[in-house]
Nanobody, 126 residues
Framework: QVQLVESGGGSVQAGGSLRLSCSAS????????LAWFRQRPGKEREGVAA???????TYLDSVKDRFTISQDSAKNVLYLQMNNLKPEDTAIYYC????????????????????WGQGTQVTVSS
C-alpha cells in the first residue's frame, strides 16, 4: 500500500522560498510518475510539476523558472523547491504517485493518479 506524507508547508512573505517534501512508502519500481498538485481557495486541483523515471519533468506555466521538482530515489522522497513565491501560490499542496511516464507537456490531470498525500498548506502574504 502506497503512503505519501507531505511536509514543509508554512507561511511566507511574497518573494520568499519554501521546500516541500513528500516521504513515500510502498512505492514499487513501477510507481515512477510523481507529481505535485495544489488546490487554491475556490479553485480546482491543478498540476504544478511532475517527473518520471526517464528524467522528464513538466511544470505549470505560472511556476516555471520559480519551482523545481526533484527526488531522492534512495530515500523515496519527492521535493518541490519553491522560490520567489507569490500570493497566488497560496494553496494546499499535494503529492501524488502512480504508474507510467509523462506523455504530455503539461503536468497530468489529477484523475491520472491513484495515490495521494494528505496535503500541506502554503500561505504567501503580500
Amino acid at each position: 500500500q502506497v503512503q505519501l506524507v507531505e511536509s514543509g508547508g508554512g507561511s511566507v512573505q511574497a518573494g520568499g522560498s519554501l521546500r516541500l517534501s513528500c516521504s513515500a512508502s510502498g512505492l514499487t519500481s513501477s510507481h515512477r510518475l510523481l507529481a505535485w498538485f495544489r488546490q487554491r481557495p475556490g479553485k480546482e486541483r491543478e498540476g504544478v510539476a511532475a517527473l518520471d523515471s526517464t528524467g522528464r519533468k513538466t511544470y505549470l506555466d505560472s511556476v516555471k523558472d520559480r519551482f523545481t521538482i526533484s527526488q531522492d530515489s534512495a530515500k523515496n522522497v519527492l521535493y518541490l523547491q519553491m522560490n520567489n513565491l507569490k500570493p497566488e501560490d497560496t494553496a494546499i499542496y499535494y503529492c501524488a504517485a502512480d504508474y507510467g511516464t509523462l506523455v504530455t507537456v503539461e503536468p497530468p490531470a489529477p484523475k491520472r493518479f491513484g495515490n495521494w498525500g494528505q496535503g500541506t498548506q502554503v500561505t504567501v502574504s503580500s
